[in-house]
């Protein structure tokens, strides 16, 4: 999900916060702080989608919920974004080097490329 996009100063600017329509049969359980608004009714669903088709929002075709905090993010934009973040925080990029192996510090994170 996007949500934790929006907590992030570099980021919160780079999504289309959209929304999104989801109908389940199965029990909507939330995690992580997400949110969700439904079951909804149809006049709901029009209103947040005009186009939407959902010609059943009874439950024997499963419930309708809208969750606010979805969108999408042009990749390529997320990508310089957070190239350029890592450069001036000091990372370095090299190109055309084949990588044989990661480097990892203690806690197992990885912290460079063995080239």
């Known amino acids: 999900g996007l949500r934790g996009w929006r907590s992030d100063p570099l980021l919160a600017s780079l999504p289309s916060w959209t929304g999104t329509l989801v109908r389940t049969k199965e029990k909507l359980e939330l995690s992580g702080g997400y949110t969700a608004e439904g079951p909804l009714t149809t006049e709901r669903i029009q209103e947040l989608e005009p ?10 075709h499963g419930s309708v919920y809208y969750f606010a905090d979805e969108g999408h993010v042009n ?7 957070l190239r350029q973040e890592a450069a001036d925080n000091g990372v370095s990029f090299v190109t055309d080097e084949r990588v044989v192996g990661l480097v990892r510090n203690k806690d197992n994170r990885v912290v460079g490329v063995k080239t």
Not at 51 to 60: G, H, L, P, Q, R
Not at 75 to 81: D, G, I, K, S
């Open 75 to 81: 990749p390529h934009e997320a990508v310089l974004a």
């Open 51 to 60: 186009e939407a088709n959902f010609t059943n929002t009874d439950n024997t």
